[in-house]
């Protein structure tokens, strides 16, 4: 997989809720990927609707190649791009503000730390983790 994860295993179970959780705060691409296919049926059709989405957003210069947000050639956006998309999660799914503030939290009944490598959300309020990841739950 590449990249940060939380090393999800293909026979366990955990709710949106914690892949969410882990999506915001470690950057896990193993469960972008999962959630990608769970909603879609492939990460290739969930990356089709990311596309279709950025263009209804009016993200010109956005092309996304992967749910992930890893380096792929052609996988590009700009700062004004990434901007419109934070508005729209923010504005129309406030509730993302329940995981994009959290500093450290655990999974699996404590097994699992999940650290956010933000450290002004930790010592500034109001603050968000609004990266990459991010336009991966704009889109759910």
């Given at each position: 997989?590449?990249?940060?994860?939380?090393?999800?295993?293909?026979?366990?179970?955990?709710?949106?809720?914690?892949?969410?959780k882990?999506?915001?705060?470690?950057?896990?691409?193993?469960?972008?990927?999962?959630?990608?296919?769970?909603?879609?049926?492939?990460?290739?059709a969930?990356?089709?609707m990311?596309?279709?989405?950025?263009k209804?957003?009016?993200?010109?210069?956005?092309?996304?190649?992967?749910?992930?947000?890893?380096?792929?050639d052609?996988?590009?956006?700009?700062?004004?791009?990434?901007?419109?998309?934070?508005?729209?999660?923010?504005?129309?799914?406030?509730d993302i503000?329940?995981y994009?503030?959290?500093?450290?939290d655990?999974?699996?009944d404590?097994?699992?730390?999940?650290?956010n490598?933000?450290?002004l959300?930790?010592?500034?309020?109001?603050?968000?983790?609004?990266?990459?990841?991010?336009?991966?739950?704009c889109?759910i």
């Open positions: 997989m590449g990249g940060s994860q939380i090393w999800l295993d293909p026979r366990e179970t955990l709710t949106v809720d914690e892949m969410l882990a999506i915001c705060v470690n950057s896990a691409n193993d469960c972008v990927v999962a959630m990608a296919e769970f909603i879609a049926g492939s990460e290739e969930f990356v089709q990311m596309n279709d989405k950025a209804q957003l009016g993200m010109n210069d956005t092309v996304f190649k992967n749910c992930h947000g890893l380096d792929e052609g996988h590009v956006t700009s700062s004004y791009d990434i901007s419109l998309m934070s508005k729209e999660l923010l504005n129309n799914h406030p503000t329940k994009t503030t959290i500093w450290t655990s999974l699996r404590g097994k699992s730390q999940l650290s490598t933000n450290k959300i930790r010592n500034y309020k109001g603050a968000t983790r609004t990266k990459n990841r991010f336009y991966f739950t889109f």
